[in-house]
């Protein structure tokens, strides 16, 4: 499972905190709000994943979304979908089900734009705030306490929310009303894919003109070419290894998203929806489960990928 590195926490009061999902991201966060010495009780569909935090961190887990948000000041969410979402919040044993008046549901999941807003209102019928904050950073970015959360909301949930999510956040910034957050995880899903299919397509190129490609990531990896994907995933792509996180199936989910959004917005996408039908390609060949720099299985010399 993963685990968090240690920090310094800014002091705050002990907050009654909630957390739902518990997936490569969610298990660190709800760590990184537990070591802060709050009194958080987590929640997870699969419930051994729950016991294993508790193993770890101590602190409470509840069986249901209802009983994790039972009197707590906020419940974080960080789940896979729009349709989990809705259920952890409003379903039988949903969280607005015994959440009280005047807490704050913060949403971390990769979600729509509409959900978002959809559950805003939902939840403002109860007298509960609630703010989109999409997560970036990966799962080493959740261990070390160093995302950039992108939120939707007012400025006083904002504000409020703000010490909690330091614990685990390093840049986060309100981008404007409820969902913004959500749209501004799309811009950077836009951007991430379209870098991996670059670095994927040099770093084939590469291989088949012979070149020696550490050498190469090391010239070119200190100009212009450089970013986060080549300094992180550029060897593991030579070697073809695909076990870092963030899976095929859960791109393909975020390009959905992506380009739905563009439909409605009006955005011309040509490249997004071009990668999003090479990972289909990935999928269709088994690698679901693989990690997004799979890309370059589909080029150059690589190899079928494998579960």
Not at 11 to 22: D, E, N, Q, R, T
Not at 128 to 135: E, L, N, Q, R, T
Not at 201 to 214: V, Y
Not at 262 to 270: E, I, K, W
Request: hydrophobic share 40%; aromatic share 6%; proline share 3%.
């Amino acid at each position: 499972m993963p685990s968090i590195q240690k920090k310094m926490y800014a002091p705050l009061s002990s907050a009654k905190v909630a957390f739902i999902g518990l997936g490569v991201m969610g298990f660190p966060m709800a760590g990184h709000l537990a070591q802060a010495g709050h009194h958080v009780t987590v929640y997870n569909r699969t419930h051994s994943k729950a016991l294993a935090w508790q193993a770890e961190f101590g602190n409470h887990v509840a069986t249901t979304p209802a009983e994790a948000a039972r009197d707590a000041d906020f419940v974080m969410f960080c789940v896979g979908n729009d349709d989990d979402l809705r259920e952890v919040i409003q379903g039988e044993n949903g969280a607005l089900l015994h959440a009280k008046a005047g807490s704050l549901f913060i949403d971390h999941t990769t979600a729509s734009a509409n959900v978002a807003r959809e559950m805003a209102t939902v939840c403002a019928e109860k007298s509960v705030g609630f703010m989109d904050a999409p997560i970036s950073g990966g799962q080493s970015g959740a261990e070390a306490g160093k995302l950039s959360i992108m939120c939707g909301g007012s400025d006083a949930n904002f504000k409020k929310a703000l010490p909690y999510l330091e614990h685990y956040g390093t840049i986060i910034e309100l981008l404007g009303d409820t969902g913004s957050g959500q749209l501004c995880k799309m811009v950077n899903q836009i951007c991430v894919v379209s870098v991996i299919q670059g670095l994927a397509e040099a770093l084939a190129f590469g291989e088949n003109a012979g070149l020696d490609m550490q050498r190469v990531v090391k010239v070119i990896g200190g100009g212009a070419a450089s970013s986060w994907q080549m300094h992180n995933r550029s060897q593991t792509m030579l070697d073809r290894e695909f076990d870092f996180g963030f899976a095929v199936d859960w791109v393909r989910k975020d390009l959905g998203l992506v380009l739905n959004e563009a439909r409605n917005n009006g955005a011309r996408l040509p490249i997004t929806a071009l990668i999003d039908q090479l990972y289909a390609q990935v999928q269709e060949q088994g690698g679901g489960r693989l990690d997004s720099s799979s890309l370059i299985t589909l080029l150059g010399k690589s190899q079928a990928p494998q579960s």
